[in-house]
């Protein structure tokens, strides 16, 4: 790197636009969204899709519910074009969808993008050519005034072609390729040339496609120049202002969101955000990000696994696991801290009486994706007590006490630690049960046992396996658990008294048990927790204090 990078490189100008309106404006709702996956997105990849991969992805924009999807660059090639005219042909687009195909500004090309149309009910066609300085110096070596020329004359070629189809109910989209680091009276002046060639009017507006093509500059830049753009733009009622931002920078999501602050009406992007060199604005963020914000975007995301799964196998790309909303570990918290605010959220939640969503760490409810919440918090060596009982409760149902907790996080700790490595849901609850849940080695088991008296004055009477052998004990208390604590008392068990008991039921109907946690002082002054699970909750508590005794 350069000590002195101004030496080569220069800082995007500012706007002048003193009185910009967007900054105290809000999005109250949703813009037209179009697809380009099938366009931007698979001239991106590696390997293309193929015409399978290519009707696949299509169903899916559909379900998700893409209104506007651009399916290819007939012109590229046969692959392209057949896909395209077979997809016209075959009758498998919605009559709510419109498709698109992208066209540069060349006599041949444009024609051959209206014939892949050819017998489409509706269908928009895409012009476009680059305006920027870089562009016309460097790349095509021409004036202004014949750039200009360029997209005036394909927009002859539009009309015309339209003219000679009839039957479908064509549309037009022009876009000043490489706007974001154009001239912004050029590209408006080039726009204008566009509209007086096709006449647009308020009920059938052209769409002007105001591209970042390389993300260049912050973005309230960008916010800037599409306010600039809408109050400059002759005949503003007859046009669609449609968003196409790149990642370059790595903000092209909030790029769109201020230029829709910004009086933009459409958004052009691909699922999780492929495309070119960095990748598209990514619709799947930008439309969550309004979900979050109370405004549904009108489109589906509720099984966003299901999403990722086509995605990814058309694409032949993973969703990276940190990546908003659809990663694997966006829901997920390892750190103890945010374990136990995650887990005290959800208790909250369910103790409301609205639905207004308030867990700390996740901004959006996993559930109305489609994600379960079992994944939400996992555990490693940097886990918390709050962390490990939130496993314990999902996937056995055992609302762990909180000095329990603290308790049984040691042991994990301590596993964690020497694994080196994440503890999954079974590792954790085979530690469990070997900590805390009768196993052959333990010195008492129990086998069976009675209980009789009055209130007040209760005797336990039990057969009991003590160090191998089955016994019969007794003791008298003033209720059960402290019967059997009497009665461990005077069969060489340990001394115990009760600091703390609980117990609640796991499970619902006729299948339901019992979990009962009791916390003692042993004789020596330590704590000891046993803990009993059984489908009589009398039983579950004698259960529990054996177990607390052979910890002792």
Not at 88 to 97: A, E, K, L, Y
Not at 135 to 145: H, L, Q, S
Not at 324 to 348: C, M, N, R, W
Not at 515 to 533: N, P, Q, S
Request: some cysteine.
């Amino acid at each position: 790197m350069l000590t002195d990078p101004s030496t080569k490189y220069r800082p995007f100008p500012p706007i002048d636009l003193p009185d910009r309106q967007w900054p105290s404006r809000t999005i109250t709702r949703p813009p037209r969204w179009l697809s380009t996956d099938m366009r931007d997105g698979n001239q991106a990849l590696i390997d293309p899709m193929d015409s399978e991969k290519k009707q696949r992805f299509f169903d899916l924009l559909v379900k998700v519910g893409l209104k506007e999807i651009e399916v290819g660059f007939p012109s590229a090639g046969a692959t392209e074009f057949d896909f395209i005219s077979g997809l016209v042909r075959s009758g498998r687009i919605p009559d709510d969808v419109t498709v698109q195909v992208l066209t540069q500004s060349r006599r041949d090309l444009i024609e051959t993008s209206f014939e892949s149309l050819r017998g489409a009910k509706r269908a928009i066609v895409h012009l476009y050519n680059a305006v920027s300085p870089a562009w016309r110096k460097i790349v095509f070596g021409m004036t202004r005034d014949e750039v200009r020329q360029i997209a005036i004359d394909g927009a002859k070629i539009l009309r015309d072609q339209a003219a000679a189809q009839p039957d479908t109910d064509w549309h037009f989209e022009y876009s000043p390729e490489t706007f974001s680091t154009a001239e912004l009276d050029f590209s408006i002046e080039v726009c204008a040339a566009v509209m007086e060639v096709l006449q647009p009017t308020a009920e059938k507006p052209i769409i002007f496609n105001l591209p970042a093509t390389v993300e260049a500059a912050m973005p309230n830049i960008y916010a800037d120049q599409i306010e600039y753009f809408g109050r400059h733009i002759p005949n503003r009622d007859r046009c669609v202002i449609s968003l196409h931002t790149h990642n370059d920078r790595g903000t092209g999501v909030a790029a769109s969101e201020l230029g829709l602050l910004a009086g933009a009406d459409r958004v052009e992007g691909c699922l999780f955000g492929n495309g070119e060199r960095t990748g598209n604005v990514d619709l799947v963020t930008l439309a969550l990000n309004m979900y979050t914000q109370g405004l549904h975007p009108g489109l589906d995301f509720s099984d966003i696994d299901a999403v990722i799964n086509t995605v990814t196998y058309c694409n032949a790309l993973p969703v990276h696991p940190r990546h908003p909303y659809a990663g694997e570990l966006v829901f997920t918290a390892f750190s103890g801290s945010h374990q136990d605010a995650i887990k005290k959220g959800f208790a909250a939640q369910e103790a409301k009486n609205d639905d207004l969503w308030e867990v700390p760490y996740l901004p959006i409810d996993p559930a109305d994706l489609g994600r379960s919440y079992e994944a939400v918090i996992r555990v490693n060596s940097q886990s918390g007590k709050g962390g490990v009982a939130w496993v314990i409760e999902q996937d056995k149902g055992l609302k762990l006490p909180k000095r329990l907790q603290a308790d049984f996080s040691r042991h994990v700790q301590r596993l964690a630690d020497e694994t080196s490595r994440e503890l999954n849901a079974d590792d954790i609850w085979g530690l469990f049960e070997s900590t805390y849940l009768p196993s052959p080695a333990d010195r008492f088991m129990l086998v069976d046992y009675e209980e009789s008296g009055t209130v007040g004055n209760r005797v336990f009477v039990g057969k009991v396996t003590i160090d191998g052998e089955t016994r019969s004990i007794s003791g008298r208390g003033n209720g059960l658990i402290s019967g059997v604590i009497a009665a461990l008392a005077d069969s060489t068990g340990p001394n115990l008294s009760v600091v703390d008991y609980s117990e609640h039921a796991i499970g619902v109907g006729t299948d339901v048990q019992a979990a009962a946690y009791v916390e003692c002082r042993a004789g020596d002054g330590r704590t000891v927790f046993g803990i009993g699970i059984d489908a009589d909750v009398a039983t579950a508590s004698v259960r529990a204090v054996l177990s607390a005794a052979n910890r002792a």
